[in-house]
């Protein structure tokens, strides 16, 4: 086999992330090698590059980074019928073991045998060629471009915590933060038929960006104000939210996202922060609002890219910085520090860079 011809973006240990040339591997039973093209970069790969953990999950040896991503078909492994050579597709990035009660009923994302991209210990898909499991694997129209394709990723975590959130025609909802996560749970909860969608951040940068993609009322929030103000001038606005998605991690924004949200409501929270925060269970518990928890996504890619296919939301606006493989360390630092109003960052694995 070829020790070279598979540049890969290899983070070593913390703050050790570099370009490693490695084989080029071959697809096995089931999967596809992928010449990959846009891989987008998600706060957690910068999480793992800066403290080479998050929660229970420990960098302990060298890992390629990358989950947010797209490529075209290069080689097709034994019993794989529904792709071919040339296919274009988004890669879903974890895959379960298929037999567990959670695979079985449908909630592959609680499978305890996840195989999950950059993830450790699995590489990720920032690389020029990558192996995956082809049911995995969603073809993509022409139409769609691959930078669209990568976006599926952040995409169907917005599916997963609107479907979760109950989000339908007619809701009012808040949004809590307008990073990336935040942005496409808003153009999500819109194309499920939210009739105002409210947003909060602290940078005004992406509360511009929210306008731009149809929020209905942007809040520029000052944390060391107090949150049941805060949620007192939302609901001045907003109405009380029927639904609310907490996407900061932001201990005093979930304390605000309780308080806005209607009794009899629901709360979906999917920004990790501090592992244990305090939050006000009596107020949550006597007016009923629901809190529910969300882990990626399971079975939401097929309607994440409907959404895109069908041109009810448009993601392309959340693409603000370009780089190629070979820049990928220029790339981070990009989405780390935010510079130039980045926010979602794209590399392009491949040096006859397509769309
Ligand atoms: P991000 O850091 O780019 O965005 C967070 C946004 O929140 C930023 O724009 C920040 O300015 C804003 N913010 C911070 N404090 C705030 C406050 N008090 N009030 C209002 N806004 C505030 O991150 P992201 O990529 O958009 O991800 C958002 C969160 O979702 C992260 O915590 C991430 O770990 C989490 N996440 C969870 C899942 C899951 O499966 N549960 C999946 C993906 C991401
Ligand atoms: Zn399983």
Redesign the pocket.
Known sequence: MATKGNLSAVLRKVDDLSLEERPIPQPGQGEVQIQMQAVGI???DV?YWKKGR?GDFILMAPMVLGHESSGVVSAVGDGVTHLKVGDRVAIEPGAGCRQCSFCKEGRY?LCPDMKFAATPPIDGSLCRYYCHAADFCFKLPDHVSFEEGALLE?LS?AV??CRRAGISIGSNVLV?????????NLVTAKACGASKVAI????EG?LNKAKELGADYI?K?D?TKDSRD?AKEIENSLGAADQTIE???????FH?AIYATKSGGTLV?????KPVVQFPIVDALVREVDIR?????TNCYPAALALVASGKVDVKPLITHHFKLEQSLDAFETSRT?AGGA?KVMIHCNEEYQN
Do not use: K, Q
Request: charged share 10%; glycine share 18%; aromatic share 6%.
């Open positions: 998600c706060g957690s999480h998050i994302n952040p975590v997963h915590a809590c933060g307008a990073g990336p996560i935040g942005l496409v909060t951040d602290i940078d992406r809040f929030i944390p805060i996407c900061t991690g932001a201990e005093s924004s605000t929270v999917v920004g990790m922060g928890g969300i882990f990626r996504y935010g926010i």
